[in-house]
């Protein structure tokens, strides 16, 4: 089992920056790909970027590639997302989730492939 918390969302201006941060308590964290996700209200959760257990590969959703970094920090068992020149359409609830892979270079971007999930962190981005 792993609890998720999300935490670092907030309010900020367009061209802004937030990072955000997921601590897993537990065991095994370096066994999971890490994603983040987002939710806007009436809308579906979608894929925002994935990073594989070892961290050597990253994915993005097309329209945060450039903006967005995600990262882990294996030791601390922590998972960030670095949010840089924000956009009013990035806002929305966002979660984190790990997923049980097999292979070290596994990049799941489906959220059904997700075995657990935070709560979710709120970020706003004003015009």
């Known amino acids: 089992q792993v609890l998720l918390v999300e935490s670092g969302g907030g309010l900020v201006q367009a061209g802004g920056s937030l990072r955000l941060s997921c601590a897993a308590s537990g065991r095994s964290f370096s066994s999971y790909a890490m994603g983040w996700f987002r939710q806007a209200p009436g809308k579906e959760r979608d894929f925002v970027a994935v990073?594989?257990?070892?961290?050597?590969?990253?994915l993005y959703v097309d329209s945060v590639k450039g903006r967005f970094t995600i990262s882990r920090d294996n030791a601390k068992n922590t998972v960030y997302l670095q949010m840089n020149s924000l956009k009013p359409e990035d806002t929305a609830l966002y979660y984190c989730a790990a997923a049980v892979v097999l292979g070290s270079y596994s990049a799941p971007k489906q959220t059904g492939q997700y075995n657990y999930w935070g709560q979710g962190t709120q970020v706003t981005v004003s015009s």
């Open positions: 990073i594989s257990r070892s961290g050597d590969n990253t």
